[in-house]
Structures are given as C-alpha cells and as structure tokens.
C-alpha cells in the first residue's frame, strides 16, 4: 500500500512539474535576427489579413540588402474576371 501511494505521489509531482513548465512555455516562438528583420522588410503593411483557400494577385519586387523580394500590393482573385499584367501593373477585366 506504500508502495502504490508513493508511485501516485511522485506521478502527480511529475505532472505537475510538466504543466507548470508548459505554462511557463512562450506561446508563439520568438523570431529574432537578420531573419526577423528580413521578414519585417518583406511583409511591410501585409503582416495580417490574409484568407484561408484564397487566391490573391501578389505583386513583388526586389528587395533590400538581405531580403531577396518584398511584396508591392496584394488583392484577392475575384470570380468571372481575367486577369493580365498591364503596364500599371494588372489589369482585369470580364
């Protein structure tokens, strides 16, 4: 019998151990570096926002030193138009 409660209680110190580290545990990783300036160079103005299964007309161009393409607009795919690059830059039409 004291082996069996002795097994529960060093369970339940493990458990709690593994809870009380997970809370303590950031919720999303931490991007630091030349990777997080890159992505904040790329993704200026287009951080949030963006639709699940749906096509978007994403324009890019070169980017600055480390950042090998940054995006210049973006806009969701509307059905029933055709869409071309233009000399404006894409034009639509039905």
Same mark, same amino acid.
Not at 67 to 94: D, H, K, N, Q, W
């Given at each position: ?32 570096? =030349? ?15 963006? =639709? $699940?299964?749906?096509? $978007? ?11 090998? $393409?940054?995006?210049? =607009? ?8 055709? $869409? ?8 639509? =039409?039905?």
């Amino acid at each position: 019998m004291r082996l069996l409660l002795g097994l529960v209680v060093v369970a339940g110190i493990a458990v709690g151990a593994f809870a009380l580290g997970r809370g303590s545990a950031p919720s999303q990783p931490v991007v630091t570096g =030349s990777f997080a300036a890159g992505r904040e160079a790329a993704f200026s103005g287009f951080d949030g926002g963006w =639709s $699940y299964g749906v096509p $978007y007309i994403v324009v890019l161009r070169r980017g600055g030193p480390g950042v090998t $393409y940054e995006f210049v =607009s973006r806009r969701p795919m509307l059905r029933g138009l055709a $869409y071309r690059r233009c000399a404006t830059g894409i034009c639509t =039409s039905r």
